[in-house]
């Protein structure tokens, strides 16, 4: 069956960066879309970015400003997501969630079991 | 961006009873590209819904997607204590992708 496992809780200071991974299994790892999802204490789900796992193609939301990047180890099936410059505000719970066809335009039938990133001084 | 209100914010039902939660969008979104998810403490999302209305796999069918253009509606006929969570509309029709802000079915 697929699972998508994540790595475990970090906490960081303002600035720093932080990378959470995202360990594939149970189909073919480029078939399937990647994005990550955020959620913030008290705060809807937000939507940060994906990756076309088959060629590498990534798009961001725009409100990170260039902060944050997707990257993949194919030979291994991770998806990793890396966070710089972090502010306090980033402190959230990040999701690997991959889409539900290979459509490359589907929601999300799979997630990880999300990652605590925390952010303090 | 679309942006996307569910309402209530809350609902308090008893076992047994209908609940029925709206996600209005600031623009029409395609049918084809609204999900709904169900999302209890401590855990990641689950798909309910996508495509508006076709349930995704084994949800039962006590729970039901409709709607169109900007109003779309999840029903939940009559609710068992193991579907008291938060509930989240999303659209994938427009990047960026959105949510709303979730309804919390809580018990009475």
């Known amino acids: 069956q697929v699972q998508l496992v994540q790595s475990g809780a970090e906490v960081e200071k303002p600035g720093a960066s932080v990378k959470v991974s995202c360990k594939t299994s149970g189909y073919t790892f480029t078939t399937y879309a990647m994005h990550w999802v955020r959620q913030a204490p008290g705060q809807r789900l937000e939507w940060l970015g994906w990756?076309?796992?088959?060629?590498?193609?990534?798009k961001y939301s725009q409100k990170l400003q260039g902060r944050f990047t997707i990257t993949t180890d194919t030979s291994a099936t991770i998806v990793y997501m890396e966070l710089s410059s972090l502010k306090s505000e980033d402190t959230a719970i990040y999701y690997c969630?991959?889409?539900?066809?290979?459509?490359?335009?589907?929601?999300?039938?799979?997630w990880g079991q999300g990652t605590l990133v925390t952010v303090s001084s | 961006e679309i942006v996307l209100t569910q309402s209530p914010g809350t609902l308090s039902l008893s076992p047994g009873e209908r609940a029925t939660l709206s996600c209005r969008a600031s623009?029409?979104?395609?049918?084809?590209?609204l999900a709904w998810y169900q999302q209890k403490p401590g855990q990641a999302p689950t798909l309910l819904f996508y495509?508006?209305?076709s349930r995704a796999t084994g949800i039962p069918d006590r729970f039901s997607g409709s709607g169109s253009g900007t109003e779309f509606t999840l029903t939940i006929s009559r609710l068992e204590p193991e579907d008291f969570a938060v509930y989240y509309c999303h659209q994938h029709d427009n990047s960026p992708r959105t949510f709303g802000q979730g309804t919390k079915v809580e018990i009475e």
């Open positions: 495509g508006a209305s």
């Open positions: 623009q029409s979104v395609a049918s084809k590209y």
């Open positions: 990756i076309n796992a088959a060629n590498g193609n990534t």
């Open positions: 969630a991959r889409e539900r066809s290979i459509s490359g335009d589907s929601c999300y039938s799979h």
